[in-house]
């Protein structure tokens, strides 16, 4: 049997895009579950809180000529970031018409929370090569 709860969300964000060739923003979302139950915080699910706060700030630049665009978002949670959260760090660049890589890292960064501690050493590369013909 499901005990569903209402949850309200509230998204509030700001983007600065005067920087040449790029834009810096912040987001903020706070989360509400109506007619809260100490039931509800427990492992299965995700030890979910009544109210959750989560906090982004996203970077991002192009350079040479915009052929290679720079992105970093970093989205952590908790009213003062102690609840956990990633890191990512980005690129794409266009090589040529038909070429393009792209690659970067992500940062799990532990916290309060057990389930971003048991993600925390799980840091991420990646990359990827496209070819179209």
Same mark, same amino acid.
């Given at each position: 049997?499901?005990?569903?709860?209402?949850?309200?969300?509230?998204?509030?964000?700001?983007?600065?895009?005067?920087?040449?060739?790029?834009?810096?923003?912040?987001?903020?979302?706070?989360?509400?579950?109506?007619?809260?139950?100490?039931?509800?915080?427990?492992?299965?699910?995700?030890?979910?809180?009544?109210?959750?706060?989560? &906090? $982004?700030?996203?970077?991002?630049?192009?350079? #040479?000529?915009?052929?290679? !665009?720079?992105?970093?978002? /970093? *989205?952590?949670?908790?009213?003062?970031? &102690? $609840?956990?959260?990633?890191?990512?760090?980005? #690129?794409?660049?266009?090589? !040529?018409?038909?070429?393009? /890589? *792209?690659?970067?890292?992500?940062?799990?960064?532990?916290?309060?929370?057990?389930?971003?501690?048991?993600?925390?050493?799980? !840091?991420?590369?990646?990359?990827?090569?496209?070819?179209?013909?």
């Amino acid at each position: 049997m499901s005990d569903a709860k209402a949850r309200t969300d509230l998204l509030l964000g700001i983007e600065y895009s005067g920087i040449t060739d790029g834009s810096i923003g912040y987001k903020v979302a706070i989360r509400n579950i109506h007619d809260y139950s100490h039931l509800i915080n427990i492992k299965s699910n995700g030890f979910k809180s009544k109210r959750e706060y989560q &906090q $982004v700030v996203r970077f991002n630049q192009f350079y #040479f000529n915009q052929t290679l !665009d720079l992105t970093v978002v /970093i *989205s952590v949670f908790g009213k003062s970031v &102690q $609840v956990g959260g990633s890191a990512r760090v980005s #690129f794409d660049y266009v090589i !040529d018409d038909q070429t393009s /890589i *792209s690659g970067g890292v992500i940062d799990y960064m532990g916290g309060d929370l057990p389930v971003f501690e048991d993600i925390k050493n799980n !840091d991420r590369i990646f990359a990827k090569v496209s070819f179209l013909f």
